[in-house]
Protein backbone atom coordinates (compact mmCIF):
# COMPACT_ATOMS: atom_id res chain seq x y z
CA UNK A 1 0.00 0.00 0.00
CA UNK A 2 3.05 2.42 0.07
CA UNK A 3 3.22 2.23 -3.47
CA UNK A 4 -0.52 3.42 -3.54
CA UNK A 5 -1.11 6.50 -5.70
CA UNK A 6 -3.44 9.38 -3.07
CA UNK A 7 -6.65 10.25 -5.16
CA UNK A 8 -8.44 13.62 -4.32
CA UNK A 9 -12.35 12.57 -4.59
CA UNK A 10 -15.05 15.17 -5.95
CA UNK A 11 -18.49 14.31 -5.59
CA UNK A 12 -21.88 15.96 -7.56
CA UNK A 13 -24.54 15.66 -5.12
CA UNK A 14 -28.17 14.93 -6.77
CA UNK A 15 -29.21 18.59 -6.27
CA UNK A 16 -25.48 20.12 -7.07
CA UNK A 17 -24.88 21.80 -9.65
CA UNK A 18 -20.63 21.29 -8.93
CA UNK A 19 -18.61 19.05 -7.60
CA UNK A 20 -17.36 19.22 -4.33
CA UNK A 21 -13.98 17.91 -2.50
CA UNK A 22 -15.20 15.11 -0.26
CA UNK A 23 -11.95 13.65 0.54
CA UNK A 24 -8.82 11.29 -0.32
CA UNK A 25 -8.74 7.83 -1.03
CA UNK A 26 -5.35 5.96 -1.65
CA UNK A 27 -5.48 3.09 -4.21
CA UNK A 28 -3.33 1.44 -7.38
CA UNK A 29 -4.75 2.45 -10.07
CA UNK A 30 -7.63 5.11 -11.46
CA UNK A 31 -10.44 2.05 -11.80
CA UNK A 32 -9.51 1.27 -7.71
CA UNK A 33 -9.45 4.86 -6.53
CA UNK A 34 -13.02 5.17 -8.40
CA UNK A 35 -14.30 2.06 -6.35
CA UNK A 36 -13.02 3.04 -3.10
CA UNK A 37 -14.18 6.63 -3.90
CA UNK A 38 -17.71 5.19 -4.22
CA UNK A 39 -17.75 2.86 -1.47
CA UNK A 40 -16.44 5.29 1.15
CA UNK A 41 -18.24 8.64 -0.09
CA UNK A 42 -21.42 7.74 -1.67
CA UNK A 43 -23.29 4.90 0.56
CA UNK A 44 -25.87 6.29 1.01
CA UNK A 45 -26.19 7.29 -2.88
CA UNK A 46 -25.70 10.63 -1.94
CA UNK A 47 -24.15 11.55 -5.11
CA UNK A 48 -24.12 11.31 -9.26
CA UNK A 49 -21.01 12.18 -10.35
CA UNK A 50 -17.53 11.16 -8.94
CA UNK A 51 -14.47 12.25 -9.96
CA UNK A 52 -11.15 10.96 -9.19
CA UNK A 53 -8.27 13.32 -9.32
CA UNK A 54 -4.25 11.49 -8.75
CA UNK A 55 -3.07 14.47 -6.05
CA UNK A 56 0.05 14.64 -7.68
CA UNK A 57 -1.66 16.28 -11.18
CA UNK A 58 -3.56 19.23 -8.94
CA UNK A 59 -1.16 22.17 -9.48
CA UNK A 60 -2.39 25.06 -7.05
CA UNK A 61 -1.89 28.67 -6.52
CA UNK A 62 0.83 29.23 -3.30
CA UNK A 63 -1.00 32.26 -1.06
CA UNK A 64 1.88 34.52 -1.32
CA UNK A 65 0.53 34.81 -5.43
CA UNK A 66 -2.65 35.92 -3.95
CA UNK A 67 -2.27 39.39 -5.45
CA UNK A 68 -0.12 38.42 -8.81
CA UNK A 69 -3.24 36.45 -9.67
CA UNK A 70 -6.79 38.18 -8.02
CA UNK A 71 -5.45 41.86 -7.73
CA UNK A 72 -5.40 42.55 -11.35
CA UNK A 73 -9.31 41.50 -12.17
CA UNK A 74 -11.07 44.59 -10.14
CA UNK A 75 -9.87 47.01 -12.86
CA UNK A 76 -11.25 44.98 -15.28
CA UNK A 77 -15.27 46.70 -14.92
CA UNK A 78 -15.90 44.88 -18.24
CA UNK A 79 -16.27 41.11 -15.71
CA UNK A 80 -18.85 43.07 -13.46
CA UNK A 81 -22.46 43.19 -15.14
CA UNK A 82 -23.22 46.04 -13.55
CA UNK A 83 -23.41 48.12 -16.69
CA UNK A 84 -25.40 45.89 -18.85
CA UNK A 85 -29.35 46.40 -19.01
CA UNK A 86 -31.24 43.49 -18.68
CA UNK A 87 -34.40 42.91 -19.95
CA UNK A 88 -37.74 42.79 -17.94
CA UNK A 89 -38.50 38.90 -18.92
CA UNK A 90 -34.92 38.29 -16.95
CA UNK A 91 -35.68 39.31 -13.49
CA UNK A 92 -33.91 37.22 -11.30
CA UNK A 93 -30.97 37.89 -11.80
Aim: glycine share 4%; aromatic share 10%.
Amino acid sequence: MSEWRLYEVFVRSKHGLNHKHVGSVHAADNEMAMENARDLYTRRSEGVSIWVVPSDTITASASDEKEVLFDPAEDKVYRHASFYKLPDEVGHM
